[in-house]
C-alpha cells in the first residue's frame, strides 16, 4: 500500500514570500493532520481534517496561514507571508479514522531566509 | 493540557546491547494512547510501538517492549539486541482518549556504536 506522499521535499524562500505544500493521504484515510516540527523539537499539530471539515485547527496562525483539503483527500498548506520563523519541516500524516493510529509523510522542509 | 516530557535528550548504546529511553506526561484523563515514534535522517516518522492506557499488560513488538507504568506516568522504551539501522531521533507522544491530536515530547537521539 502507498503511503503518504508530500511535495515539495525542499523548499526555500525569502521571507514575506508564500509558499505551499502539498499531501496525498493513504487511499481511504479519512482523517488528515498537518504538523509544523521545528529543528530540535517534537511535532505540533497545526490542523486536522476528518474528510473535508476541520476538526482542530486551534494552533494554526490563521493570519498566514491556512489550509484546505478539497474532496476529503488530498490537502494543501499555505503560508502568506512568510516569516523567519516558519522554517521548519512541515509533515503530513493520515489515519483510518479518528483515535487511529497516524501514518506520516516524508514531510516538506521549508527554510525562510 | 496534556505534556510529555523526555528528560535524555542524546543517548548511546553499543551496538547488541540493551538501552531504555525515559518518557513521562502529565494527564487526568483516565483513558488514552501512547506511542514511540522513530524518525531517521530521512525525516520519515516510523510508529514504533502504541500502547492503550486501559492495558495492563506492556507492548512488544519484536526486538522493543515498553515499561509502561500507569500511576508514575512513565511510558519508557527499551531496545534489545541494539542495531546501527536504530539510530534516529526517537519521539514519545500522548493521544486522548476523545481526541486524535498527538502531543510529542522533545525526542532524544539514539546513537549506536559499533
Known amino acids: 500500500e502507498a503511503g503518504v506522499a508530500q511535495s515539495p521535499r525542499y523548499k526555500i524562500i525569502e521571507k514575506r514570500q508564500s509558499v505551499a505544500f502539498w499531501c496525498n493521504p493513504i487511499?481511504?484515510?479519512?482523517?488528515l493532520y498537518w504538523y509544523q516540527q521545528i529543528l530540535g523539537q517534537g511535532p505540533k499539530l497545526l490542523i486536522q481534517?476528518?474528510?473535508?471539515?476541520?476538526?482542530?485547527d486551534s494552533q494554526l496562525p490563521k493570519d498566514r496561514f491556512s489550509a484546505e483539503r478539497l474532496k476529503g483527500v488530498d490537502s494543501t498548506l499555505k503560508i502568506q507571508p512568510a516569516k523567519l520563523e516558519d522554517s521548519a519541516v512541515y509533515l503530513c500524516?493520515?489515519?483510518?479514522?479518528?483515535?487511529?493510529?497516524?501514518?506520516f509523510g516524508p514531510g516538506t522542509r521549508l527554510t525562510v531566509l | 493540557a496534556q505534556t510529555v516530557t523526555q528528560s535524555q535528550p542524546e543517548m548511546s548504546v553499543q551496538e547488541a546491547e540493551t538501552v531504555t529511553l525515559s518518557c513521562t506526561y502529565d494527564?487526568?484523563?483516565?483513558?488514552?494512547?501512547l506511542f514511540w515514534y522513530k524518525q531517521p535522517p530521512s525525516r520519515q516518522m516510523i510508529l514504533v510501538i502504541r500502547q492503550e492506557a486501559y492495558k495492563q499488560q506492556n507492548a512488544t513488538e519484536n526486538r522493543f517492549s515498553v515499561n509502561f507504568q500507569k500511576a508514575a506516568k512513565s511510558f519508557s522504551l527499551k531496545i534489545s539486541d541494539s542495531q546501527l539501522g536504530d539510530a534516529a531521533m526517537y519521539f514519545c507522544a500522548y493521544n486522548g482518549e476523545y481526541g486524535n491530536k498527538l502531543v510529542f515530547g522533545a525526542g532524544t537521539i539514539l546513537r549506536v556504536k559499533s
Open positions: 494527564t487526568s484523563e483516565s483513558d488514552y494512547y
Open positions: 487511499s481511504g484515510h479519512a482523517t
Open positions: 500524516a493520515s489515519s483510518l479514522e479518528l483515535l487511529a493510529v497516524q501514518f
Open positions: 481534517f476528518q474528510n473535508n471539515g476541520v476538526v482542530d
